[in-house]
């Protein structure tokens, strides 16, 4: 519920906290150490404190061995998880953490434009439904893709390199003592640490990439030192991961379709008494909406119309619209389909990305174990951006002349010649910095005769920094003829204009230049104590926690200063003195030649801050989170008819407290504003593991999870513009979290080995989705300054109740209905020694049915998309001692990508769909067993097919975007001392 304040269990609970780890940090004297989950068993000498698996029987090795201890790991759960451990993510084909998760069941990674995954979903929930840990603590990244922006809580994946990783763990169903925040699941990733393999080891791996899009060798290597004294009592662990790589991707986009905007005249209706023919274009004459191109009045006087054979000064009406186009009504006319900028693009640019890991484990005897991590990743990111606009959307005073128009069943224009066109030229320098940190202290003690009881604290903290320069040049043609023809993947044009030619005659006029930045930073951290008593199995467990999250994005922008420079020391006739042939068949421009003539940096150092970044799209704004979380758990085992029944049951309670701010404009002012909100929950959980019979378990869970709001959604973003002062769009701190009620049922058959097939049911009863709504509040609770109001606002407020005034807010509120997930997951991992020896395979497959109900059920429905509704993925296997094969296909089903009706051309009637998409990648190595080291050759290819990613506007010939990431091959060589 939402309430003001804190209630007095609260503040008990919260100095409760403060003198628990207050306690606990002194008795750690400045040395400290970061601690799993408490789900997660802590690693220690005693015999009474050994995992009741002890995965260090497992006899085979390599990539089969990993499986093994997943499966055994999973079996031993009492609820529902999946995990891959180091042999899995160390010999995937996979270039980060995403990459590695896929091979999970319900899991879908979002991938960048380069075909790279940047962060994951689960069981068909947004990515911002994922919690994602690394050592227990939040992971919170400020960065963003080639082609995002993200702008809630997705966490990028492709800064941390696989190789600092032992095992990652997606818990499905949520338990007491892990945090919340993730409806769909949490994903923990853990850092290798020294005792995890005791003695002294040192691991190294060499690779070299190529991609057949960037067509360059480039070179990506790691190395890992880990010692641990002879008595047991301490270790060091040391590594580093460098990638230097190259990347290309070429592609095509729309930015949305349209149709023609026809006036009165165009259209063939009679205007009303009173209304300009010419100016004014009624809906009657456009039923699909959209209506981005407006053609002109009558025909210009230019090159191109004189070369089609029309008389400029003729006016276009219906009539003269048909003749043109043969055997099409004005009906078809308005609605037929053109993209709004057509426009192959190509991205190319180097990538760099250092990160170091580290861990030091002191165990000074059997009752304490300290240990603390750190882990610093960075990277550098340049994109030379460039793609050329065929302009269907009004451009500067007209757009286009469509003649011999011939359109399909659904009026998408197959073939046409455009009269009076247009191209614009988009030269984009990417250029992207971020950096991550993370340090994670804590420790175990156990106290008692027996050891009995056990306390575990932890303090973690991250930070993140992340800054985009994005300068845009943009020269325009001169107007000319295209035949355009769309009958394959995506429409083609040819002109009379060579496009790769710097003197084809190419100008400001209709052209401009753009300066935008961006600069994020997300903090995270996390103060922790938890107290089991009880031994590994059978225990009460209870914990409090004090979670903060902070995220800020600032946009800068000095577009028009620039602009004004440009113009006037880069004059039309000096244009193609700073434009190159481009590498796809298109110009590019001399960036640094540009930059120097223009004073770039002068005007760069100057950017003002505005109220978005142009670059994304993202609002400026910040979100400071204060959390306080208390659990009590019961763990324990009983039989149940002779066989051995496992449970866990907690409950969990959150209190959250939240700053929500950003820029506000009103009037000639600008300030920052800020808005708070606050709301608790009681989260209750249980999980139950049955060995039904031999080999077979029963498994079942219940829980109540959440997600806060989404931050984007609460900016404050407040205007006030309606002279009756009656009307305000604004921000909503006041939104309820997302709240799910889950239950899973599962059943698993261990075949022996890694062999596994498993079945789970699950549903969710998610609430708390948003919509644009209207709530009613009174003035003095915007945080609107009386002075910023116009004299007619003043007096307009002051008539209806002053600052009491009640005024219609238009922000996002909760919907008053309920998403309803019902899917399936199946897992089979299979050996097939009997068929040849080392011979095996892995396969899941996963099925997802979403039903909104309620009285706001359009509402909900309206926002569901990038849920795939069948995702599976298949790996076949073969490994001896020195030799490995492994090929692995991943596939997911094409699903709503944008809510309907939200797309640049403005179409009320479509939707963008992503396409099916499948990827084959491979895996081999060669073991040199007789040299030092024992060295592994290995060889990767990426996307064998060479799939595309694309996606489509309502129908299958009107793509948006489609991009070509091309195959990538590695060879490599690891081994260890």
């Not at 040819?494 to 006029?509: E, H, I, K, M, R």
């Not at 909900?860 to 790996?875: R, S």
């Not at 489509?952 to 060879?971: D, K, Q, S």
Request: proline share 6%; net charge negative.
């Amino acid at each position: 519920m939402y309430r003001e304040g804190s209630s007095v269990q609260v503040r008990i609970a919260r100095t409760a906290l403060s003198h628990a780890l207050g306690l606990a940090l002194i008795g750690l004297a400045g040395t400290t150490v970061a601690q799993e989950q408490a789900v997660q068993d802590a690693p220690a000498p005693a015999a009474a404190r050994q995992s009741p698996v002890d995965l260090d029987q497992v006899v085979v090795t390599g990539y089969r061995q990993s499986l093994q201890y997943s499966t055994e790991a999973k079996r031993e759960a009492t609820g529902f998880t999946d995990s891959i451990f180091s042999e899995d993510i160390g010999k995937f084909p996979d270039t980060n953490i995403a990459e590695s998760l896929a091979r999970i069941p319900g899991i879908q990674i979002d991938r960048d434009v380069n075909g790279e995954g940047l962060n994951v979903g689960i069981r068909g929930l947004p990515q911002s439904f994922t919690k994602t840990l690394i050592n227990g603590g939040e992971a919170a990244t400020a960065s963003i893709g080639l082609n995002r922006g993200n702008q809630n809580r997705e966490v990028d994946l492709n800064l941390f390199p696989t190789e600092f990783f032992n095992k990652l763990t997606v818990y499905k169903s949520p338990q007491a003592s892990l945090p919340e925040g993730g409806i769909s699941g949490v994903v923990d990733m853990r850092v290798m640490r020294p005792f995890d393999i005791p003695g002294r080891h040192f691991n190294y791996s060499g690779q070299f990439d190529y991609n057949t899009i960037g067509e360059k060798w480039n070179p990506r290597g790691s190395a890992m030192y880990s010692w641990t004294n002879d008595e047991g009592t301490f270790g060091a662990m040391v590594g580093a991961s460098v990638v230097r790589t190259r990347m290309a991707v070429r592609g095509w986009e729309s930015v949305g379709w349209m149709n023609p905007a026809l006036n009165y005249q165009q259209c063939g209706l009679a205007a009303p008494e009173g209304v300009d023919p010419l100016n004014n274009r009624p809906a009657e004459c456009n039923p699909g909406g959209g209506g981005s191109l407006q053609m002109p009045n009558t025909v210009p006087d230019n090159a191109s119309t004189l070369g089609a054979g029309m008389t400029p000064g003729d006016t276009i009406d219906a009539e003269w619209l048909m003749a043109q186009n043969p055997g099409l009504t004005i009906d078809q006319i308005t609605e037929a389909l053109f993209p709004r900028l057509a426009r192959p693009v190509d991205m190319s640019g180097d990538r760099e990305r250092d990160a170091v890991v580290g861990s030091l484990e002191w165990r000074p005897n059997d009752r304490m174990h300290f240990y603390v991590d750190a882990l610093y990743s960075q990277a550098n990111y340049e994109n030379d951006r460039i793609d050329m606009n065929l302009v269907g959307r009004t451009f500067g005073p007209v757009g286009f002349i469509p003649t011999n128009m011939q359109l399909d069943a659904n009026n998408v224009v197959t073939r046409a010649t455009l009269v009076n066109a247009q191209f614009f030229l988009e030269a984009r320098p990417y250029r992207d910095e971020v950096q991550y940190w993370n340090i994670n202290p804590g420790a175990t003690f156990w106290f008692g005769e027996d050891e009995s009881i056990q306390l575990d604290v932890q303090a973690n903290w991250s930070r993140s920094w992340f800054f985009r320069e994005s300068p845009t040049i943009l020269p325009a043609s001169p107007f000319t003829t295209v035949e355009y023809v769309n009958d394959g993947d995506h429409p083609v044009f040819t002109s009379g204009l060579d496009l790769n030619d710097p003197n084809a005659g190419w100008s400001w006029s209709g052209g401009r230049v753009n300066l935008n930045n961006e600069k994020r930073v997300t903090e995270a951290g996390r103060l922790r104590a938890d107290l089991r008593f009880g031994d590994e199995v059978n225990n009460l467990k209870v914990g409090v926690a004090h979670d903060r999250f902070y995220r800020t994005i600032v946009g800068f922008d000095n577009s028009a200063e620039w602009q004004a420079n440009v113009f006037e020391t880069v004059p039309d006739a000096q244009i193609p003195n700073f434009l190159r042939p481009g590498p796809y068949g298109f110009i590019t421009v001399d960036f640094d030649a540009f930059m120097r003539a223009t004073d770039y940096q002068r005007f760069f150092d100057e950017a003002p801050e505005v109220n978005s970044s142009q670059s994304v799209g993202a609002a400026s704004g910040g979100v400071n989170e204060r959390n306080f979380a208390a659990y009590v758990e019961v763990n324990g085992e009983t039989e149940v008819w002779n066989r051995n029944l496992r449970f866990n049951a907690g409950v969990r309670y959150v209190d959250t407290d939240q700053e929500i701010s950003g820029p506000v404009t009103l009037g000639a002012d600008r300030q920052w504003q800020t808005l708070e909100g606050s709301y608790d929950e009681w989260l209750p959980s249980m999980s139950l593991r049955w060995d039904v019979a031999d080999d077979w378990v029963l498994r079942m869970s219940s829980s109540r999870t959440l997600t806060r709001p989404n931050p984007r959604s609460m900016l404050p973003a407040t205007t006030f513009s309606d002279p009756s002062a009656e009307i305000a769009d604004q921000g909503n701190p006041d939104l309820s979290p997302y709240l799910s009620t889950n239950f899973d049922l599962g059943l698993e058959w261990y075949t022996g080995d890694e062999g596994m097939v498993a079945l789970t049911l699950f549903n969710k009863r998610v609430s708390g989705y948003t919509y644009q709504g209207i709530t009613v509040r009174p003035f003095r609770e915007l945080g609107i300054p009386l002075d910023a109001l116009s004299e007619n606002q003043l007096a307009a407020l002051n008539a209806n109740g002053g600052l009491d005034a009640p005024i219609n807010v238009r922000q996002q509120v909760n919907a008053n209905a309920t998403l309803d997930i019902q899917g399936w997951e199946l897992i089979w991992v299979q050996p097939l020694d009997f068929v040849f020896q080392g011979l095996g395979f892995m396969a899941n497959y996963t099925d997802i049915d979403l039903e909104p109900t309620g009285q706001e059920a359009d509402q909900l429905a309206g926002n569901l998309f990038g849920i795939a509704p069948v995702m599976w993925n298949a790996t076949a296997y073969w490994e001896n001692d020195v030799a490995s094969v492994r090929l692995s296909y991943n596939w997911v089903e094409g699903s709503a990508q944008r809510a309907l009706g939200n797309n640049e051309g403005g179409l009320t009637y479509a939707q963008y769909f992503g396409e099916d998409r499948g990827q084959l990648d491979l895996s081999a190595s060669y073991t040199l067993s007789w040299l030092p080291s024992s060295p592994q050759l290995t060889f990767n290819v990426l996307n064998i097919t060479n799939k595309n990613t694309r996606n489509y506007l309502a129908f299958p010939n009107v793509p948006g975007e489609i991009y070509e990431p091309g195959r990538t091959f590695l060879v490599g060589i690891r081994g260890t001392f």
